[in-house]
């Protein structure tokens, strides 16, 4: 079948008023950003249904974009005829075909929009059962249960009939739910995290912490490619990458090792907190969950958290590893992740950080070093790159990555 139109049911729509109507523009904005390569598409975001019309343009290529945009319940890939119920029935005997094989049941599911339409709602129902059964040897109806529904939509410009249901992606359109940042290193978890908080709708700028020269220019390449694959959910995405050597360094020198770890991170969620408050943004989005490792115990979030009133969310706290890797195999950014980069947070890590590290404890031990001013010099040398969905920052190392795949 060579569809001509797919049309989108929007997803969690039970909010009303001013919510519904950002919701269904927004998501209007997002579809049309996303197919910006396939300059034929018209995308037109009606108040029960969103229509994107092909005008030509490849079916199964916009099908499968749209199946990673928030917002979206289901995808009904149609066929527009004209209003003319011979068309209309050698179309839906056509569709009824293509997904029949032995014995399955059928059903006709008409809309009607232009109230002048020659036949009502019911009268083309059974013009076009009729037609199906009287053509295809086995097949019945089944108004309950059916195993093909044909929906027959007829609209001021046309008449529309669909038989697959494709699922969409669910969640809130992104930038319905806000803006906020996310602190992103290279590993499994906080790509993951980012996903679903762009699922609830939430525009995301990213936060990378990387320590020249113990971490290498490829480890913070692998964390803007992280960024350009996840940008395929939510559009462009701002990277700020943040110098974290001397910060390193310094508490290294200054702090006992027990507590190194949990210093650090102070220091990290404290940056990463002042520059979510300097963009207007209302949160901050770790790849935490609970358990995972030492920094990951209630203990020490809250020495760590003891650093800002900033929300700090936690998409994965009470998941499994196993669970994790599952949706980054499903979202393309697992086999990225496993590239063995050194991190800045496991090259300063001791042998045996505190699991229970003391909050008042913690807070003295940061009095050895001059918290304001290397959060100062830290923020003042931030570079922030816009990054684009799918866009290349690996290939200038390919030969490096080709040895490690
Ligand atoms: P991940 O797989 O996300 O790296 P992890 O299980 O390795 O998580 P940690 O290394 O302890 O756990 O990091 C916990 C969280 O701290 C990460 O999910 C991320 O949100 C944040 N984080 C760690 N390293 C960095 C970094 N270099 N830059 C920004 N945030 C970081
Ligand atoms: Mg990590």
């Known amino acids: 079948m060579h569809y001509t139109e797919i049309m989108v049911r929007y997803g969690e729509l039970s909010t009303k008023g001013k919510n519904r109507k950002d919701f269904i523009r927004q998501l209007g904005r997002n579809v049309r950003a996303v197919l910006h390569r396939f300059p034929r598409v018209e995308v037109k975001a009606q108040r029960d249904r969103l229509h994107v019309a092909l005008n030509g343009e490849d079916d199964q290529k916009v099908i499968s974009i749209l199946q990673g945009v928030f917002g ?9 005829v004209e209003k003319d119920m011979a068309v209309v029935k050698q179309t839906a005997l056509q569709m009824a075909k293509e997904q029949y094989h032995t014995g399955e049941t059928f059903k006709i599911n008409t809309r009607r929009q232009d109230k002048h339409f020659e036949y009502h709602t019911n009268q083309i129902n059974n013009i076009l059962g009729d037609y199906v059964l009287e053509n295809i040897d086995g097949i019945s109806v089944d108004v309950k249960h059916p195993d093909i529904a044909i929906r027959v939509e007829v609209r001021m410009n046309g ?3 669909s038989s697959e249901t494709i699922h969409g992606a ?14 992103l290193s290279g590993g499994i978890d906080s790509p993951v995290a980012t996903y679903l908080a762009m699922k609830r709708g939430v525009k995301i700028d990213m936060i990378h912490f990387y320590s020249p020269p113990y971490t290498s220019e490829q480890a913070l390449n692998k964390a803007k490619q992280l960024t350009s694959v996840l940008a395929k959910y939510s559009g462009n995405i701002q990277f700020i990458q943040v110098p974290f050597t001397e910060i390193q360094e310094t508490i290294k020198e200054k702090v006992p090792e027990g507590y190194l770890m949990t210093i650090q991170r102070r220091m990290m969620l404290r940056i990463a907190a002042e520059i979510t408050k300097n963009r207007h943004c209302t949160g901050v989005f770790t790849g935490e969950a609970l358990g995972q490792v030492a920094s990951q115990t209630l203990e020490s979030m809250l020495a760590i958290n003891d650093v800002t009133n900033m929300p700090v969310l936690r998409p994965l706290v009470s998941m499994d590893k196993t669970e994790i890797i599952k949706i980054s ?3 393309g950014t697992y086999d990225l992740s496993i590239m063995p980069f050194e991190d800045c947070c496991t090259i300063f890590t001791p042998p045996a950080p505190k699991t229970k590290p003391n909050l008042q404890r913690s807070r003295e031990f940061e009095n050895y070093i001059d918290v304001a001013d290397l959060m100062k010099k830290a923020i003042e040398h931030i570079q922030i790159t816009d990054i684009k969905p799918g866009e290349e920052f690996m290939n200038q190392d390919a030969d490096v990555f080709a040895e490690l795949l």
């Open 72 to 80: 979206i319940e289901t995808l009904y890939p149609s066929i527009r």
């Open 170 to 183: 669910g969640g809130l359109p992104v930038g319905t739910g806000g803006r906020a940042t996310m602190m």
């Open 329 to 331: 195999k499903q979202i």
């Open 159 to 161: 008449v529309f009939l």
